[in-house]
């Protein structure tokens, strides 16, 4: 079965950066669009950034010209550099795919990340 495993949360000081990855792994066919989503306390889960298979991105107002996602194809990982983070950005933030997975055919499903918690403190 396919998983999607995140990894590189942490805590971090108000104006540092992280970066966050996510790999995918299984019987893959084809990964297509990748996005990052977070989710705070007492939130709704929100779209972060979001980038397909041929490299198209786009990006939530709150994290313009900070955030940067991309993606290694050939590794069927994407990831989320964050820079100047700021206590607004404290949140569980989640990968999700996009994928046509093997089985006794090919079919497009889509997977999420476990989760990894991102801190900001002021």
């Known amino acids: 079965q396919v998983q999607l495993v995140e990894s590189g949360g942490g805590l971090v000081q108000a104006g540092g950066s992280l970066t966050l990855s996510c790999a995918a792994s299984?019987?893959?066919?084809?990964?297509?669009?990748m996005e990052w989503y977070r989710q705070a306390p007492g939130n709704q889960r929100e779209l972060v950034a979001s980038?397909?298979?041929?490299?198209?991105?786009n990006y939530a107002d709150s994290v313009e010209g900070r955030f940067t996602i991309s993606r290694d194809n050939a590794k069927n990982t994407v990831y989320l550099q964050m820079n100047s983070l700021e206590p607004e950005d404290t949140a569980v933030y989640y990968c999700?795919?996009?994928?046509?997975?093997?089985?006794?055919?090919?079919?497009?499903?889509?997977?999420w990340g476990q989760g990894t918690q991102v801190t900001v403190s002021s």
């Open positions: 999700y795919a996009v994928i046509v997975v093997i089985t006794t055919t090919l079919a497009e499903y889509p997977y």
């Open positions: 299984g019987y893959i066919f084809s990964v297509n669009a």
């Open positions: 980038i397909t298979k041929g490299g198209s991105t």
